[in-house]
């Protein structure tokens, strides 16, 4: 395979990073409504509206931000377009989060609005990154040299951890692992969420020892020390775990 991959359909020439990014969006809203569909939402339509508003909002400047402090040896040079271009998923959640909770706080709300969210979400990113690793080289999210057997050639004549690979089965994992922890004993609203949080920043702060990033005078890249950041917020997950269970499990009958 020749990476960047494109689909080429008579005159139609779209690189598949594009394609599968928009089928992300796509067929993770259908889930978002289908799971909505069949649950109890505590939030009216007009409160879910807002706070998509403020997620976007949020997920926009803080993708796009975060993205552009990855590389901060290139501010030097910095041309506002690059501001549409850097992106990263870490800031997009984070960004998100405090979209989220100061629209909630302007609706006057403290109801979780992020577990009906998890999975779509899960969903979405794990099709982003096949998007991801069709783009090659292109898009940054490449892995470093390896002499592993399913190292990948993306261009250079290099084999390289196949980075998106990774995280797509570890994102799978965690679907599982919340699909099952929830069936062994209820979550209490909201932990589903902090649980994907938590999962995911855990998990960012391992991969990028196996990317070519830039690593500050700390021994850790932006984005680690971001994701530090997102860990910190939830400590709670580790200090007090048994807040995210309900205190009163439901009966056998009543599941």
Request: glycine share 12%; with cysteine.
């Amino acid at each position: 395979m020749q990476y960047p991959v494109y689909l080429d359909i008579g005159p139609l020439h779209m690189p598949l990073h594009r394609l599968f990014e928009l089928l992300a969006f796509l067929l993770g809203y259908r889930l978002y409504v289908w799971l909505r569909a069949q649950a109890q939402d505590p939030l009216s339509d007009e409160q879910r509206r807002w706070i998509f508003v403020g997620a976007a909002g949020g997920a926009w400047l803080g993708s796009h931000l975060l993205g552009i402090l990855e590389r901060p040896y290139q501010l030097a040079n910095f041309h506002w377009a690059q501001f549409f271009v850097d992106k990263t998923i870490v800031g997009g959640l984070l960004g998100g989060l405090i979209g989220v909770e100061y629209t909630k706080k302007w609706l006057g709300t403290r109801r979780s609005s992020g577990d009906l969210m998890v999975y779509p979400i899960l969903f979405g990113l794990a099709v982003g990154r096949l998007g991801c690793h069709f783009a090659g080289l292109e898009d940054g999210t490449h892995g470093n040299p390896t002499g592993l057997p399913w190292g990948i050639d993306f261009g250079d004549g290099i084999p390289r951890h196949p980075v998106q690979a990774y995280e797509m089965l570890y994102l799978g994992g965690l679907a599982v692992f919340l699909f099952f922890q929830e069936k062994r004993r209820p979550l209490a609203e909201g932990a589903r969420f902090k649980l994907f949080m938590t999962g995911y920043l855990l998990w960012r702060l391992a991969l990028e020892c196996w990317k070519p990033v830039w690593v500050s005078p700390l021994g850790l890249s932006t984005l680690q020390l971001a994701a530090l950041g997102g860990l910190w917020y939830y400590r709670k997950v580790f200090l007090n775990p048994a807040h995210l269970f309900t205190k009163h499990p439901r009966s056998e009958a009543a599941r």
